[in-house]
């Protein structure tokens, strides 16, 4: 073999060029699905993570606080609460420090300006909050998140009727509830706050892919948690420091206020539910 031979033989020829690109093409398009299924999973995971961090934030702040939930405003005079410590994720922010802890890794930030609304979607984060007057309030420093509160979690002071309007005696006081284990504390969510009903609808075959809810579309809350962030359904954190998967479908068999029955949304079930698993 002489010099010239031997350096043409030490590299690649176009088709042995082509056909390598082919076949690593062929491995990216097998293994693409897979890796994005992975991502998928990973993410699922940490937002499971976080959401057991909320039931370490709760069971802290009950430790504190004879096992009761945090206390809601019933008036703007309320003694002893203020507007800002009545949300739970204000009254919540002694107990923990990662802000970043409100997002759901599956979400993102599309830094909208405060004018433009604060509700999210499936996939965008909810806020930001306009800014205080004084600058100072809990939601001036990270008004962003991907997490929703159930409202009628509420250690209401004695003697009122109502809180945040609602019917004081449907709120749950405590975490020593028999049903603590279906009772949903913080989950997935396009908006900071939730009060759920037994007449709530499921979006309809138009609504349930909405990229950003607004909040004059409609006061049915259980539509803004029947979205399909993980597969077919939600993660979310219970009263009984639980965390785990919820199905769409399952969502009005869980136990959201201290009166709430198994029941099935008013408008039935539209037909984009068809292939989520049915709890009846």
């Given at each position: 073999?002489?010099r010239?031979?031997?350096?043409?033989?030490?590299?690649?020829?176009?088709?042995?060029?082509l056909?390598?690109?082919a076949?690593?093409?062929l491995?990216l398009?097998?293994l693409?699905?897979?890796?994005?299924?992975?991502?998928?999973?990973?993410?699922?995971?940490?937002?499971?993570?976080?959401?057991?961090?909320?039931?370490?934030?709760?069971?802290?702040?009950?430790?504190?606080?004879?096992?009761?939930?945090?206390?809601?405003?019933?008036?703007p005079?309320?003694?002893?609460?203020?507007?800002?410590d009545?949300?739970?994720?204000?009254g919540?922010?002694p107990?923990?420090?990662?802000?970043?802890?409100?997002?759901c890794?599956?979400?993102?930030?599309?830094?909208?300006?405060?004018?433009?609304?604060n509700?999210?979607?499936?996939?965008?984060e909810?806020?930001?909050?306009?800014?205080?007057?004084?600058g100072?309030?809990?939601?001036?420093t990270?008004?962003?998140?991907?997490?929703?509160?159930?409202?009628?979690?509420?250690?209401?002071?004695?003697?009122?009727?109502?809180?945040?309007?609602?019917?004081?005696?449907?709120?749950?006081?405590?975490?020593?509830?028999?049903?603590?284990?279906?009772?949903?504390?913080?989950?997935?969510?396009?908006?900071?706050?939730?009060?759920?009903?037994?007449?709530?609808?499921?979006?309809s075959?138009?609504?349930?892919?909405?990229?950003?809810?607004?909040?004059t579309?409609?006061?049915?809350s259980l539509?803004?948690?029947?979205i399909?962030?993980?597969?077919g359904g939600?993660?979310?954190?219970?009263?009984?420091?639980?965390?785990?998967?919820?199905?769409?479908?399952?969502?009005?068999y869980?136990?959201?206020?201290k009166?709430?029955?198994?029941?099935?949304?008013p408008?039935a079930?539209?037909?984009?539910?068809?292939?989520?698993?049915?709890?009846?």
């Open positions: 073999m002489n010239n031979t031997a350096k043409i033989s030490k590299g690649f020829t176009l088709i042995e060029l056909v390598v690109i076949i690593i093409a491995l398009a097998i693409g699905p897979s890796l994005g299924k992975a991502k998928q999973y990973a993410q699922a995971v940490v937002c499971i993570s976080n959401l057991k961090q909320w039931s370490l934030v709760f069971t802290l702040y009950a430790n504190d606080n004879d096992d009761s939930f945090p206390q809601s405003i019933v008036s005079q309320s003694p002893g609460v203020t507007p800002e009545a949300w739970l994720l204000g919540l922010l107990y923990y420090e990662d802000l970043a802890l409100r997002d890794p599956v979400t993102k930030d599309i830094n909208r300006p405060p004018s433009a609304g509700f999210g979607g499936t996939f965008i909810w806020g930001p909050f306009p800014p205080s007057i004084d100072a309030q809990w939601w001036d990270y008004a962003e998140g991907s997490y929703g509160f159930n409202d009628w979690i509420a250690d209401v002071p004695p003697g009122h009727d109502t809180f945040w309007g609602l019917p004081s005696s449907r709120a749950i006081r405590t975490f020593n509830e028999e049903s603590a284990y279906i009772i949903g504390t913080v989950f997935d969510s396009v908006c900071w706050e939730q009060v759920p009903k037994m007449n709530n609808n499921a979006p075959n138009d609504e349930h892919e909405i990229d950003i809810y607004d909040a579309w409609d006061t049915h539509k803004y948690l029947s399909a962030r993980h597969g939600i993660n979310s954190a219970f009263a009984d420091g639980g965390v785990r998967f919820v199905g769409v479908k399952e969502l009005w869980l136990k959201w206020h009166d709430w029955k198994r029941c099935l949304p408008n079930w539209p037909s984009w539910t068809d292939q989520f698993k049915d709890y009846d």
